[in-house]
């Protein structure tokens, strides 16, 4: 370790992380801070994204949905089972060693990007000096040219629900569990709601999911919410919406929650009670007296489009900045930072960041809503295109859902593309590649799509428009 870098990355979460690599094959010297530690006291790069939420997430929601379709679906298929058994060890094992993989995988980068990996913790101190803390305590000042701030963000706090780390827990704890509880309380129905209850749920858990607002998914587009919250009620999750909590206790092994409804006050008693009620920026120790980085009322760090601070040479990426709090977002902020340090073009185009919730069916979204739109008083038309009529989702025992286009109708700009069903985070994609190029509606219809297939869902979707749909009646 140097004193003097051109780069240091405070943070080495799916922004930071990415921005060290990207700042190191632009030829600069790079060091990453990351204070990350796992549940042993270990660390480990890639922050909450690959040690406590994206990844482990997925790997669960993985194991869980199959065991789901063996139970529940492989009979219509010809494939009869009996017994089935599931080992939440094993799971659990499977989830750590992707885990382990992922993070074990950054260090390679860094290698081969020459970017020296610090663990411990960074603080910003005045004139673009940091002073890094190892992991033995030991105090040390080093120097940048540049310093870019990505430290991320931490589940938000319940005030009437107090972690204990055993009966209420957070995310992470949720997705720790040894083994299944018969009562799963959820405070949230948001993404990390919604994706932990699923895999509880699939698992044998009665899953009761608390949601203060009076709507459900308020942030994606409403015939799409309506369509989830059927879903998830047929698969037998429990969602009350318009649900304050107020109180929980833990007693005896379970927890007693009390919440207010439009019934008046109510109680639910549950073996484990998870606080997913969202994130907010990690700031926490980041910034020293004197650096003139500012944050605004709800704690971000205050950016402009291209992610500088206003100090100069001072930068911040992915989730401790304004904007939605995703690891694809923060990541391309981190390469975009990196590259117009070295001098390069780089550039973000928040129109186009695409949102995912990894259930089944899959929910996936990128532009405006209709509600959106018809805010905003641009005349639009919509093309939606249901599963049910798509030859390969019926061969693949997946119709719930469908995709809805919306489109201009002074020059056909897709505005936005919204999608329920199977395999809708990958489906997404072709939208958003689509909306970069500020694509119409038309240049979608008159893309050859390979059949049968899932993406021709869009294709429809996109002739529904304009009423000419070929595999579903034109309304």
């Known amino acids: 370790m140097t004193d003097t870098y051109d780069v240091i990355v405070i943070g080495g979460g799916p922004a930071g992380y990415p921005a060290a690599i990207r700042a190191g094959q632009n030829g600069l010297t790079v060091a990453c801070i990351d204070e990350w530690k796992n549940l042993d006291g270990s660390h480990a790069f890639g922050g909450t994204c690959l040690n406590a939420g994206c990844i482990p997430s997925k790997a669960l929601l993985e194991s869980s949905e199959l065991l789901y379709r063996a139970r529940e679906e492989f009979a219509v298929h010809g494939i009869k089972l009996a017994g089935i058994e599931f080992d939440v060890a094993q799971m659990q094992k499977r989830k750590a060693g992707i ?22 913790h960074g603080r910003l101190l005045p004139g673009r000096e940091v002073e890094y803390t190892d992991t033995a305590g030991k105090k040390a000042v080093l120097k940048a040219k540049h310093v870019v701030l990505a430290s991320g963000s931490v589940p938000t706090p319940l005030r009437n629900a107090a972690l204990n780390g055993r009966e209420i827990i957070d995310s992470w704890g949720a997705l720790e569990l ?46 799409v919410s309506k369509e989830a919250l059927r879903a998830f009620k047929k698969q037998g999750i429990d969602i009350r919406l318009g649900a304050k909590v107020s109180g929980a206790v833990a007693k005896d092994g379970a927890v007693e929650v009390s919440y207010a409804d439009a019934k008046g006050t109510q109680t639910l008693t549950v073996d484990r009670l998870v606080v997913a009620i969202g994130r907010r920026p990690q700031t926490l120790g980041l910034l020293a007296d004197g650096t003139g980085v500012a ?34 977002k923060g990541k391309e902020e981190g390469v975009m930072v990196a590259d117009l340090i070295a001098g390069h073009h780089g550039e973000v185009n928040y129109k186009t960041v695409p949102s995912v919730i990894y259930t089944a069916p899959e929910i996936a979204w990128v532009g405006e809503t209709e509600e959106q739109v018809k805010a905003g008083g641009r005349p639009y038309k919509t093309g939606v295109f249901p599963f049910l009529a798509s030859g390969r989702a019926r061969a693949m025992e997946a119709t719930q859902g469908f995709v809805k286009l919306i489109a201009a109708i002074d020059d056909d700009e897709i505005l936005g593309v919204h999608i329920i069903g199977p395999l809708a985070g990958e489906l997404i994609a072709e939208a958003v590649l689509a909306m970069e190029y500020s694509a119409s509606s038309e240049d979608l219809q008159r893309t050859i799509h390979a059949h049968p297939t899932l993406s021709e869902a869009l294709h429809e979707a996109a002739l529904a428009a304009d009423k000419k749909a070929i595999d579903f009646p034109n309304r």
């Open 99 to 120: 885990v382990k993989a992922s993070t074990q995988g950054i260090l390679a980068l860094f290698k081969a990007a020459k970017v020296v990996g610090l663990p411990g």
């Open 178 to 223: 040894g083994s299944v509880p018969k009562r799963l309380g959820v405070i949230g129905a948001g993404v990390i709601g919604l994706e932990l209850g699923s895999v509880w749920r699939r698992l044998g858990s009665e899953v009761v999911m608390l949601e203060a607002l009076d709507s459900f998914l308020p942030m994606a587009d409403q015939q």
């Open 295 to 328: 944050l605004d009322a709800r704690g971000f760090i205050q950016v402009d489009q291209e992610c500088r601070t206003g100090v100069e040479n001072v930068w911040a990426v992915g989730d401790c900045v304004r904007g939605p709090m995703l690891a694809h």
